[in-house]
């Protein structure tokens, strides 16, 4: 047997009779705070009451109401007592008067129904919007508010959900494009020449605050066509008008002038001249119609600007070929990374001695001295033994041998140790030992980037230039030499051609070139030795792609040897008489390339701010006092605007 919760709740006569499938309501004069705490324990929704909320309630239901159908009957009675409610960002709503609603309503989509007060944006995208507000706004509710204005192409209406739906179908059956299209064929003006008689005769400002044309011009490209789009009265109006104009253009002289914008006149002229040459010969097999076969066409280059002395008709087939050439090109942008990791170590170990006998003693004289070693142990024992009975000049033989001793010790590098004496006999001996082990790592990182319109060549260099000889000649006697110089670059150069294919991809002519100065050939020449590592080649990349160009890893290992023959081939006693010394060195060179294409401004914004703030964080770290917007601003003239704001 099912239990049937029944809840009475008599308020002023009133009853509301609560079921499992729903509510009955009946509502004689109750006041309107008591009805919507009702609705709020049925529905169990939050309800913001302001103190102002008053009024009476008159409701009977013959059927049980679900919590859905009850929260619209009280936005119904919300509305007959000129109140709303608007659902707040928490999901509370807040009922208040209508007027002071309007403030408080949500943005709102198209899918929100009911008698909730909402506000919506409707776009309008062909008519315009003053017209759509002055054509909606009859049919916006009392307690409702709508806004439009020129130059905003957006309507806002603020109403019940159910009556903006109706409002939004009034607006969707206004709003349509109802303009046609015709095609306009020319005979005697380049069609983009057409478009821009046509932009200046109907532009006007449009409903967008912009300059909206009330016709709109398609040049077709390859065709003497221009496509017209507009209402069918604005067409009928400027059509007779273009073809007036196409057909004086028949009248023309036989002298035209054009201006190129983006190409150079001496690369358009010789195009422009084989078309000539074969217009000629076309005149002359009598294939064009009689037309006069004299044409010429001459350039001026101070305002890059083109002659062109022909019939009408040859003027209009030349001029359709330059409106093709003189387009703008896109840019390329390449930056090159070029990474050595160098790794260089060296050991050494050597034994150096010396072994005299006095003037009656029978021990023979031996040394053991060895090249690429240093002290030199000959220099240290002469520094010590020659005397010079008290001579101190600079030239006597102790200093010689002092300062050669001096001069082998500051080319000592790692550890050495040794013993020197004298016998009693007035004989001699020495020993020196030393040893080296040194490492050395490099780590150079260039990163040249160039900037180049499409096809077109550009470098980049930066470096020094060193004088090489490459000549020289004695006069009589050796007298007046005279000798010839060649200045050559060292540092980090980049050439590159950029060509800009289908699909985004670009192909690079690049030549890559670092190089520096070694040192002297040797010590007694002046000659220098440069290190040159280059790349020439073309490859394929991405727009916006890293790829690498090329590289080298080379390991080299170099062993030195001096010994005294066969004492110094001995096992283990053979350490004693030979010197050692391993050199091995590891390098690593990649050259790494990331092109990327730059269309317009804005394009070209974003590069130059990434660079710009770059340079900017640099400055910040090194804590320069030096402002690059100061520079900017008072140098230049100008700040690089940031697209980020």
Do not use: W
């Not at 009975?389 to 590098?413: C, H, K, M, P, R």
């Not at 004492?567 to 050692?580: H, T």
């Amino acid at each position: 047997m099912k239990k049937i919760i029944i809840i009475l709740m008599c308020i002023f006569g009133n009853s509301v009779y609560a079921q499992q499938s729903g509510i009955t309501l009946n509502y004689r004069d109750a006041e309107l705070r008591s009805f919507i705490e009702d609705v709020a324990i049925e529905t169990r929704k939050t309800f913001i009451i302001d103190p102002q909320v008053t009024g009476k309630v008159n409701l009977i239901s013959s059927e049980p109401l679900s919590s859905e159908v009850l929260f619209e009957t009280m936005l119904s009675v919300l509305k007959v007592n000129g109140m709303s409610a608007v659902t707040n960002s928490n999901g509370s709503i807040k009922i208040t008067k209508s007027e002071l609603a309007l403030t408080d309503s949500a943005l709102v989509g198209s899918n929100v129904q009911g008698e909730q007060l909402v506000t919506r944006v409707f776009f309008i995208k062909y008519v315009d919007p003053v017209m759509v507000f002055n054509a909606v706004r009859p049919y916006v509710s009392a307690g409702g508010n709508s806004y439009a204005r020129e130059g905003m192409a957006a309507v806002i209406i603020t109403d019940s959900a159910d009556n903006l739906i109706r409002i939004s179908q009034i607006i969707a059956n206004i709003d349509i494009d109802q303009e046609v299209v015709k095609t306009l064929n020319l005979q005697h003006t380049s069609p983009n020449e057409m478009a821009e008689i046509t932009m200046g005769l109907t532009s006007q400002i449009g409903f967008n605050g912009g300059e909206r044309p009330l016709l709109q011009a398609i040049p077709v490209k390859g065709s003497r066509s221009l496509i017209l789009k507009g209402m069918p009265a604005i067409l009928d109006q400027y059509v007779p008008i273009l073809e007036d104009i196409d057909r004086n253009n028949a009248s023309r002289g036989d002298m035209r002038l054009i201006r190129l914008s983006y190409a150079k006149t001496e690369n358009v002229l010789p195009v422009l001249q084989q078309l000539v040459n074969a217009i000629t010969s076309e005149n002359q097999d009598g294939s064009n119609g009689g037309a006069s076969s004299e044409i010429t066409i001459a350039e001026y280059s101070g305002t890059n600007m083109l002659v062109i002395n022909a019939d009408p008709e040859i003027q209009q087939r030349l001029a359709e070929v330059i409106e093709q050439i003189d387009i703008p090109r896109d840019q390329v942008l390449v930056e090159a990374i070029v990474v050595e990791v160098s790794e260089n170590a060296s050991k050494e170990l050597g034994l150096q001695y010396i072994l005299a006998g006095g003037d009656s003693s029978n021990i023979p004289f031996t040394v053991a001295n060895y090249s690429n070693t240093a002290p030199n142990i000959l220099a240290a024992t002469g520094a010590i033994v020659v005397e010079d009975d008290g001579d101190n000049t600079t030239n006597s033989a102790s200093q010689i041998l002092q300062t050669a001793a001096v001069d082998s010790f500051l080319g000592l590098n790692g550890f050495a140790a040794g013993a020197a004496g004298r016998f009693s006999d007035g004989g001699i001996f020495g020993v020196i030992l030393n040893a080296l082990a040194s490492d050395t790592d490099s780590n150079i990182l260039s990163t040249p980037s160039v900037m180049a319109l499409d096809n077109e060549t550009a470098s980049f260099l930066a470096g020094q230039e060193i004088p090489i000889t490459t000549g020289e000649a004695l006069g009589a006697a050796n007298a007046n030499p005279f000798r010839t110089v060649e200045r050559k670059n060292v540092g980090i150069q980049l050439e590159i051609k950029p060509q800009i294919t289908d699909g985004n991809e670009i192909r690079l002519e690049i030549r890559q070139e670092v190089s520096s100065i070694s040192g002297p050939v040797s010590a007694i020449s002046s000659e220098l030795v440069t290190n040159k590592r280059e790349i020439q080649t073309t490859v394929r990349a991405s727009d916006g792609d890293v790829i690498v160009l090329g590289g080298l890893i080379e390991q080299t290992e170099r062993i030195t040897v001096d010994k005294v023959p066969l004492l110094g081939d001995i096992p283990i006693l053979g350490r004693a008489f030979r010197s050692e010394g391993t050199t091995r060195e590891n390098r690593n060179l990649m050259i790494f390339l990331r092109p990327t294409i730059v269309r317009n401004k804005e394009e070209m914004t974003t590069v130059t701010n990434q660079k710009y703030q770059y340079m900017q964080g640099r400055q910040a770290l090194s804590g320069s006092n030096l402002s690059l917007d100061d520079m900017m601003q008072n140098v230049i003239g100008g700040r690089v605007t940031n697209n980020e704001q």
